[in-house]
C-alpha cells in the first residue's frame, strides 16, 4: 500500500524524523487558508502516487497569496502520467544548501534489509546507481541487531556527507529505519533528504509502501490507503474480504485457488483474450458466496464475457453450481458465461447447470476450451448453442 507524501511524512514525524509543518487540502480556498497558516513562502504540492511530480510542474514555490491561487488552482486536477491531483499539500518552503538521498528496502537476493544513501539527491536516483555508482553507498543490515548508530554514521561519512552534518544524517538514517522495521513498511525513500542553511537535515519529500498484509497490526494507519484513487470495486472486494484484482481487458475471470486463477489469466492471454479482473472464491464455494463473486465481477462494466473455471478437490463442483443458478436467479446476468466444472462431483455439477439451462451460459470440460469459448464470446463471435 503506497502512500501519499504527506502521509509518508506523517510516519516520518512519528519516529522523529524532521520535516516541514504542513496541511492537505483539496480547494484553492482551503490551499490559501493553509499557506496562511503555515507561513510564506510555502511549497504547493501535487499528492498522487506517482514521483517526477517537481519535472511535471505539479510542485511549486508560491511567496504569496496570488502565487498559491494561481499554483493551486493549475495543479487540482492536473494529470501527472495518469493520475488525477485530488489533494494538495501545502507546507513552509525550506531554504536548501544540499540534497541527498536515503531509502531502506529490503534486498531479497541478500536476504537483508538494504540502506542506501547518496549526496546526490533530489535527482533520479536510479541515474546514479547507473553512471555513478561509487556515489550511492549500499549497506545491508543484520535484522536482528536493526541499524546501529555508529553503522549509521559510517554510511554518512562514506557517502560524504558534509562534516558537519554527519551526525544528522545519521540521526535521519536510524529514523528511517526505525519507520521501515516499525511500521512494516516495505519501502521507505526520502529524496530529496536536505541540508538547510542552518545545516538542519530533514525530509523534504517521502516514498512510503506499507506491507498491506501487516496493516492489522497497525490500526492507526488503515485509514491511510488512498481510497479516493482505489478501484471502488476493489474497494469493496476488500470489505466484503473477497480476493479481487482489477485489470484493463473485458474477460471476468473466476476461479478457486490462487495457482488456479493465475494458470486462467495465461490460458486466456494465449487464446488471444484479456482479462478485466480475477476473482479467488477460494476453497469451498456455497451459493452465497458465488452470488457474491458474480455480483462483484459484473460491477465491472468493461466485462464482455466471464469464465468460471472451477477445479473440484474440498470444493464441490455440484455446489458450485447451484450457487451459479442461484446467483443466476437473482442477478441476470446480461454477458455470456463459459463454466468449466473439473474435479469433485463435477458430472452432478454439469447435470445440474444443463437441467437449468441457464440463459447464455456455456460449458466446457477443459480449461483450453473454455478459455477459447470466453474470447470469442466476448469478441461478440458465436460458439454455438449454450449448453
Ligand atoms: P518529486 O518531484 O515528486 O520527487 O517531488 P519533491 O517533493 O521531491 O520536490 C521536487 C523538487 O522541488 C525538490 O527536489 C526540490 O528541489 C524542490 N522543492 C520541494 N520543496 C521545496 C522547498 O520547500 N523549497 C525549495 N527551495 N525547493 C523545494
Ligand atoms: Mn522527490
Given at each position: 500500500m503506497d502512500l501519499l507524501e504527506y502521509q509518508g511524512k506523517q510516519l516520518f514525524a512519528r519516529h522523529g524524523l524532521r520535516v516541514s509543518s504542513g496541511q492537505a487540502v483539496t480547494?484553492?480556498?482551503?490551499?490559501v487558508k493553509a499557506?496562511?497558516?503555515?507561513?510564506?513562502?510555502?511549497?504547493?504540492?501535487?499528492?498522487v502516487l506517482i514521483g517526477g511530480r517537481?519535472?511535471?510542474?505539479?510542485?511549486?514555490l508560491a511567496a504569496d497569496e496570488s502565487e498559491v491561487r494561481e499554483h493551486a488552482g493549475n495543479i487540482l486536477g492536473m494529470d501527472i502520467k495518469g493520475h488525477i491531483v485530488r489533494t494538495l499539500w501545502i507546507e513552509h518552503a525550506s531554504d536548501i544548501a544540499s540534497e541527498y538521498y536515503a531509502s531502506v528496502l529490503l534486498d531479497r537476493s541478500a536476504k537483508r534489509p538494504?540502506?542506501?544513501f547518496s549526496v546526490e539527491g533530489g535527482v533520479d536516483i536510479e541515474e546514479v546507481a547507473e553512471r555513478t555508482p561509487e556515489k550511492l553507498i549500499?549497506?545491508?543490515?543484520?535484522?536482528?541487531?536493526?541499524?546501529?548508530?555508529?553503522?549509521?554514521?559510517?554510511?554518512?561519512?562514506?557517502?560524504?556527507?558534509?562534516?558537519?552534518?554527519?551526525?544528522g544524517v545519521a540521526d535521519a538514517l536510524v529514523a528511517l529505519y526505525e519507520v521501515?522495521?516499525?511500521?512494516?513498511a516495505t519501502l521507505a525513500e526520502i529524496n530529496p533528504l536536505i541540508v538547510t542553511p542552518e545545516r538542519e537535515v530533514k525530509a523534504l519529500d517521502s516514498k512510503v509502501s506499507l506491507d498491506g498484509n501487516a496493516l492489522y497490526r497497525h490500526p492507526e494507519n488503515q485509514g491511510l490507503s488512498d481510497s479516493e484513487n482505489e478501484d471502488p470495486i476493489e474497494r469493496r472486494a476488500k470489505e466484503e474480504g473477497v480476493q479481487y484484482v482489477k485489470l484493463d481487458g473485458d474477460i471476468g475471470i473466476l476461479g478457486n485457488g490462487a495457482g488456479l486463477v493465475m494458470s486462467t489469466l495465461d490460458v486466456v492471454a494465449q487464446a488471444g483474450g484479456s482479462p478485466a479482473n480475477f476473482l479467488d472464491a477460494g476453497g469451498g464455494s456455497?451459493?452465497?458466496?458465488?452470488?457474491?463473486?458474480?455480483?462483484?465481477?459484473?460491477?465491472?462494466?468493461?466485462v464482455k464475457a466471464v469464465l468460471f473455471n472451477i477445479f473440484g478437490g474440498i470444493t464441490r463442483c455440484d455446489e458450485v453450481a447451484r450457487g451459479l443458478i442461484a446467483a443466476f436467479e437473482d442477478i441476470k446476468p446480461t454477458v455470456p458465461f463459459v463454466v468449466r466444472l473439473d474435479g469433485t462431483n463435477d458430472v452432478e455439477g454439469r447435470r445440474l447447470l444443463q437441467e437449468a439451462a441457464l440463459p447464455n451460459v456455456h460449458a466446457a470440460r477443459t480449461m483450453n476450451e473454455a478459455a477459447d469459448k470466453v474470447v470469442a464470446l466476448a469478441a461478440g463471435q458465436s460458439v454455438g448453442a449454450p449448453a
Open positions: 480547494s484553492v480556498e482551503d490551499a499557506a496562511g497558516e503555515v507561513g510564506y513562502p510555502v511549497v504547493v504540492k501535487a499528492q517537481g519535472k511535471a510542474g505539479g510542485v511549486k538494504l540502506v542506501m549500499r549497506h545491508h543490515v543484520d535484522a536482528l541487531t536493526g541499524l546501529s548508530r555508529a553503522e549509521a554514521v559510517e554510511i554518512a561519512r562514506q557517502g560524504g556527507a558534509d562534516a558537519d552534518v554527519v551526525e521501515w522495521i516499525e511500521e512494516d456455497d451459493a452465497e458466496k458465488i452470488k457474491q463473486a458474480v455480483d462483484l465481477l459484473l460491477a465491472n462494466e468493461a
